[in-house]
Nanobody
């Protein structure tokens, strides 16, 4: 059984930083493309960032480009989201997700999901 467990969320002031982690277990981690998605109250779940199986290719939603960085460690079976220059509009539950091989930006393409971790950015 594939399991994804997120951690690192919390409350931060605007302009601050957080680093989210997602630990993967149950299958061969390096075979999976990984993504981060978020869902704010009253909104649909949206794409944030994704990374290829090797880590060679990364993709970002326009509003986070230059502020967020996705990375992976295939030895530790962990994917990270470093979030800098946080804004109140970044407030959401952040989800880690996995799919086979090729990263995409579409929620429905991802087969495996974590429980989510809350990120709250205050003014």
């Amino acid at each position: 059984q594939v399991q994804l467990v997120e951690s690192g969320g919390g409350l931060v002031q605007a302009g601050g930083s957080l680093r989210l982690s997602c630990q993967f277990s149950g299958r061969t981690f390096s075979n999976y493309a990984m993504g981060w998605f978020r869902q704010a109250p009253g909104k649909e779940r949206e794409f944030v960032a994704s990374i290829s199986w090797s880590g060679a290719n990364t993709y970002y939603e326009d509003s986070v480009k230059g502020r967020f960085t996705i990375a992976r460690d295939n030895v530790k079976n962990t994917v990270y989201l470093q979030m800098n220059s946080l804004k109140p509009e970044d407030t959401a539950v952040y989800f880690c997700a996995g799919k086979n091989y090729i990263p995409t930006m579409t929620v429905g393409d991802y087969k495996y999901w974590g429980q989510g971790t809350q990120v709250t950015v205050s003014s």
